[in-house]
């Protein structure tokens, strides 16, 4: 079975942090994708991220494009009821205009502003 890349934009759920798998750096964040007025989807996604600089931006609000291979993943929880996990391994990321409060602060405090 080939991997197919899919392509989703949404709404990162909470700032990102660092994850270590196999001895790598990823960027592990949510992103709430909207499908319809009442019905919103949770992604769980992981960008590789070897330098940590991309995790910084990754906060709660930030507005993206991800593609990427899903992967989801079955469970059971205590009341015994079956779940899914939307896992996104993502290839590439675009930020998707504007810029959150914490991004804001950041820039103020580059050399070049």
């Not at 080939?2 to 949404?10: D, K, L, M, P």
């Amino acid at each position: 079975m080939r991997n197919q890349t899919t392509t989703i934009w949404g709404i990162v759920g909470k700032d990102a942090v660092t994850q270590v798998i196999n001895g790598k750096n990823y960027a592990k964040f949510s992103l709430a994708v909207s499908e319809g007025k009442d019905k919103t989807t949770w992604y769980d996604c992981l960008k590789y991220d070897d330098t940590n600089k991309l995790t910084p931006y990754l906060v709660k609000g930030t507005k993206l494009i991800l593609s990427g291979t899903l992967r989801p993943s079955a469970w059971v929880n205590k009341e015994g009821n079956a779940n899914v996990n939307l896992n996104l391994w993502v290839e590439s990321l675009e930020f998707l205009g504007g810029s959150t409060k914490k991004q804001e602060e950041e820039e103020d405090d580059l050399p070049f502003n």
